[in-house]
């Protein structure tokens, strides 16, 4: 686990001592966008058209960031359109590594398909070789442009759901214009008590931390189960990206959050509506392949050695949500 300062990469755990014990994300770097015709999007410089072939991927399955773009990807059946590459899920001293370079390997992670590196801070250096900051899952890479487009999985989502309509005959829109109010508000809240909620809990350093992210992981989870009595999504009947972005979430909870994270008042498999809710999700086509329970779980208790120094990976729970 580390970053590139400057573009040298330098091996260091999350430093919580400046903010008491609190974890805070930092905000990400690449920020274009692929339009439809190459026109700017909402954020960065345009030129980055959509065409069959031209992007990559590149993700961990163990990632609830990276998880959100290959969930849009399967349903908007652009499997053959932007390709993949997987990390291999223990992040360690050298941060990401593709399976080649990996100590021991996982099935389902993959070696970097496009510019054969060992590990993803040097597909960040080949974008910017000044880079500094940290070297994150997802990203979209432009094979053309030879240049990561962005790596914020919220605007990839957009523009897979956006931009590359031209190739595929999925019309659903994730992100309808009559509901992206609505959307922008439960996801700001979502984003920060529970997709992020539960990664402030697990890395706080403090009591006082984590107890008060812990709390507000169920305070909004109580409030979501309520808000699903008698509705089939957040919106109600519409599927959107506010689904998307919960499920990556409440996925991983019961096998790791409640254990790793001690988010642990309840589970998941305890909220009727919020069970249902993940079932009828993992159940849409597509996207059961996007879920590995292996990564996922091998990821977060091998690799956070300050938080699970034996690096044990517990045997359960028993999967409900199929
Ligand atoms: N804001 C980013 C966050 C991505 C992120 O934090 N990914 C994690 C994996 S779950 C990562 O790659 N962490 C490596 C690090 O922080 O060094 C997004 O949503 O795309």
Redesign the pocket.
């Known amino acids: 686990?580390g970053?590139l300062v400057e573009g040298k990469w330098v091996d260091q755990w999350y430093d919580t001592k400046s903010t008491g014990g609190r974890f805070v994300?930092t905000v990400?770097r690449f920020r274009n966008w692929v339009t439809a015709d190459g026109a700017p999007g909402p954020s960065g410089e345009g030129g980055f058209p959509a065409e069959a072939g031209r992007y990559h991927l590149y993700v961990?399955y163990?990632?609830?960031?990276?998880h959100r773009t290959l969930i849009l990807r399967a349903l908007k059946k652009l499997e053959d359109v932007i390709s993949v590459s997987v990390v291999d899920p223990f992040?360690g001293s050298e941060?990401?590594v593709f399976a080649d370079h990996a100590a021991r390997r996982t099935e389902g992670a993959t070696a970097d398909s496009v510019l054969g590196m060992k590990r993803l801070y040097e597909v960040y250096l080949a974008a910017d070789p000044a880079y500094s900051g940290?070297?994150?899952?997802?990203v979209l890479w432009d094979r053309k442009r030879a240049t990561i487009v962005n790596?914020?999985?919220?605007e990839i989502i957009r523009m897979l759901n956006e931009g590359f309509a031209a190739f595929t005959d999925d019309r659903r829109d994730f992100y309808p214009p009559a509901l992206r109010d609505e959307i922008d508000a439960l996801n700001a809240r979502v984003y920060d008590s529970v997709n992020n909620g539960v990664y402030k809990a697990g890395f706080a350093t403090t009591q006082d931390a984590y107890e008060e992210a812990a709390r507000a992981v169920f305070a909004l989870l109580d409030e979501l189960e309520a808000r699903l009595e008698g509705r089939a999504w957040l919106m109600g009947e519409t599927l959107t990206e506010a689904d998307i972005r919960l499920f990556t979430t409440l996925i991983r909870f019961d096998p790791v959050y409640v254990g790793h994270f001690k988010c642990n008042i309840r589970t998941i498999r305890e909220y009727p509506n919020l069970s249902r809710y993940v079932k009828a999700l993992y159940a849409l086509p597509g996207v059961a392949a996007t879920v590995n329970l292996t990564h996922i779980k091998r990821h977060y208790y091998e690799s956070h050695k300050t938080i699970n120094p034996t690096g044990i990976v517990p045997v359960g729970p028993a999967v409900w949500w199929t």
């Not at 163990?62 to 990276?66: N, Q, R, V």
């Not at 940290?134 to 997802?138: A, E, G, K, L, Y």
């Not at 790596?151 to 919220?154: L, Q, R, T």
Request: proline share 9%; aromatic share 10%; hydrophobic share 45%.
């Open positions: 686990m970053l994300r990400t961990s163990a990632c609830p960031w990276a992040m941060g990401w940290r070297v994150t899952v997802p790596n914020e999985s919220a």
